[in-house]
């Protein structure tokens, strides 16, 4: 997809019709929908620098009853992932930065960053549809 915030709802799209037709469970839904538009607006903003000459791609793979797979790609610079800061820590609790990240943690099971074919960051994010957390 095109570098802009718009595509980001296209995307969100295709995992709910995805989801639906193979009865994931709405809240499930939701959730995984909301970490994969972190991962999208992070892709766009953070990663591509708003460039709209680049594209963020995305892979979205459903195992139904098992598990469902997205990767996010960015064309940017990449980063340091832990170089994050908490947003839990107290002197961090009004700044608005690292809040993407977080928040895919706890929509997640397994949220893991990469360096990417394309040179950006590569991210993973997991989600069991077995009911059990990932490990």
């Known amino acids: ?21 193979n009865k994931v469970e709405e809240e499930v839904t939701y959730w995984v929908g909301m ?5 999208l607006a992070n892709a766009v903003k953070h990663g591509n620098k708003l460039n709209p000459e680049k594209r963020v791609f995305v892979h979205m793979v459903l195992h139904p009853g098992a598990e469902l797979r997205i990767e996010v790609e960015d ?14 820590a107290p002197s961090n609790l009004l700044r608005s ?7 895919m943690r706890q929509f997640m099971d397994v949220v893991s960053f990469g360096s990417g074919e394309r040179g950006g960051t590569r991210l ?12």
């Open 97 to 103: 930065s690292g809040r993407g990240i977080y928040y």
């Open 35 to 39: 970490a994969l538009r972190e991962a």
């Open 1 to 21: 997809m095109l570098s802009s915030y718009e595509n980001i709802e296209l995307a969100e799209h295709v995992l709910s019709e995805m989801c639906g037709s």
């Open 75 to 88: 064309e940017g610079q990449g980063f340091d992932p832990e170089s994050v800061a908490d947003p839990t």
């Open 124 to 135: 993973e994010l997991v989600k069991k549809l077995n009911g059990r957390r990932a490990k």
